[in-house]
């Protein structure tokens, strides 16, 4: 066993090494700085580097970078939580940014050993979180100023008047996989999108997903239902959400409030926060007046 992690250990650092430059020049040659060639895991990421024009320098990316449609162009990586070290080797990378949801962890200890540089960028599910992430981003992308100047328009886009608050309470259904259905509690995404478009997460006193259940969803008693249009897809519709556990006896499913978003939107804090979170504020508003 120990030699065969021996081998893969060595395998990888001969792909990283693979036109990453990795080999010593010859005596008295000039070192050429390389052009960056990055992988982005997390789709807000991809469209930061977007967003800064430093496209050009992606090589590969995960399967939730969808936007800008120009994104699903390039290489993928797979899914975020399920990477391989060989796939993102495989592509050369100078480095890989990543959210705080790439995984394994070996996986990322294994490109890190291989001598590739792995910058997580956590938004915290906060504003300012973004904002820290485009001036890494802008950083590490030698896109400093336009990082500077998106930073400035952000940060006026976030002032700008929005709905009123209704304190709605609004329970998030998330599709984790075909036939599992789960709820948000606190530290989510969901929950702080709730927040900040006005409205209360019907569900307290847990963090993080939990699965839906009928008892669960019936004691929150929630004013509207919100869902990704992935998630809302995959039930089948307004009517195959209503079939859920429970859905259809709470004020929202009898009155068949369901709100949806796109779920690079509405979940994943990038540049497009702004206009993520007003759009949901007169969603909810204009649920809150039916």
């Known amino acids: 066993m120990r030699r065969l992690m021996s081998s893969r250990r060595a395998l990888l650092k001969r792909m990283a090494a693979l036109g990453l430059g990795l080999a010593a020049p010859a005596a008295g040659a000039a070192v050429r700085e390389q052009a960056p ?29 969808l936007f800008p449609p120009a994104a699903r162009t390039l290489p993928s990586v797979g899914y975020a939580r399920t990477l391989s070290a060989e796939g993102l080797l495989s592509l050369a ?20 050993g291989a001598g590739v540089p792995v910058h997580v960028l956590a938004a ?16 590490l992308t030698g896109r400093s100023a336009q990082a ?13 008047p929005r709905p009123s608050r209704t304190n709605i309470r609004v329970l998030f259904i998330l599709a984790a996989a075909p036939g599992q259905w789960l709820v948000a509690g606190q530290g989510t ?11 209360s ?3 307290r006193g847990f963090d993080g997903y939990k699965p839906l259940s009928a008892e669960a969803v019936l004691a929150a008693r929630p004013d509207a239902l919100l869902l990704t249009e992935q998630g809302l897809a995959a039930a089948g ?21 369901i709100v949806t978003q796109d779920a690079l939107l509405l979940l994943g804090f990038g540049p497009r926060l702004p206009q993520a979170v007003e759009r949901l504020a007169t969603a909810f508003l204009a649920v809150h007046r039916r």
Do not use: K
């Open 148 to 160: 500077a100047r998106l930073i400035t328009q952000l940060q006026r886009d976030w002032q700008a």
């Open 237 to 257: 519709g307004i009517d195959g959400v209503l079939r859920l556990p429970g859905i259809g006896q709470t004020p929202a499913g009898s009155q068949r409030r």
């Open 37 to 65: 060639r990055l992988v982005c895991v997390g789709g807000a990421l991809t469209e930061i580097v977007y967003a800064l024009g430093a496209e050009r320098q992606l090589v590969g990316v995960d399967t939730t970078s």
């Open 124 to 139: 915290n599910h906060r504003f300012e979180g973004v904002l820290a992430r485009i001036e890494r981003t802008g950083q």
């Open 93 to 112: 990378p100078t480095a890989v940014l990543a959210s705080e949801d790439a995984g394994p962890p070996m996986v990322l200890r294994q490109l890190a």
């Open 189 to 199: 995404a969901a929950d702080a999108m709730l927040a900040y478009a006005g409205a």
């Open 201 to 203: 997460n019907a569900l």
